[in-house]
């Protein structure tokens, strides 16, 4: 078992709520992995710039807002980690913490992979490309 030293988590860190070797795994798989492949399985090409700038500005964003988490409330990180493994968590509240998690990004991407296969997306040209890339940055800073 993964066992935190002084080197990965900071000194005044609770054991309970540190960060874990599987809880990284599993960031890794749903933060990159999974919309990688869903936004590229659907759009059925790797020929896809906006996607891989996409991926990075969102990969990017995370591992920020972490960092910036982990050196501001380091026990926030280990809370979050866990935030479906609260015994006396009902049902219904873990609906609503999985939807915008999983369920929504993955409805994004695989939408988002379609379009650009069928070719369903009006032409926005660069201008209104770079504008949502704008916006998403901006949201990114906004959110973290």
């Known amino acids: 078992m993964y066992r935190p030293d002084a080197r990965t988590m900071p000194p005044d860190a609770h054991p309970e709520t540190r960060v874990t070797a599987m809880m990284w795994a599993r960031t890794v798989v749903m933060i990159v992995l999974a919309p990688a ?25 995370f591992a ?32 609503l913490a999985l939807l915008p998690a999983l369920v929504f990004p993955t409805l994004i991407a695989l939408t988002a992979g379609f379009a650009r ?11 209104g490309e770079w504008t949502g890339v704008g916006l998403y940055v901006l949201g990114a800073a906004l959110g973290t």
């Open 117 to 127: 296969r069928l070719g369903w997306q009006p032409a926005f040209g660069p201008t």
């Open 37 to 61: 492949l869903l936004l590229f399985g659907a759009a059925g090409t790797l020929r896809w710039p906006m996607a891989w700038l996409y991926l990075g500005l969102s990969v990017s964003a």
């Open 64 to 95: 920020i807002s972490r960092l910036i988490v982990w050196r501001v409330h380091p026990d926030l990180l280990g809370e979050r980690g866990r935030m479906l493994d609260h015994e006396d968590m009902e049902p219904f509240d873990r609906l």
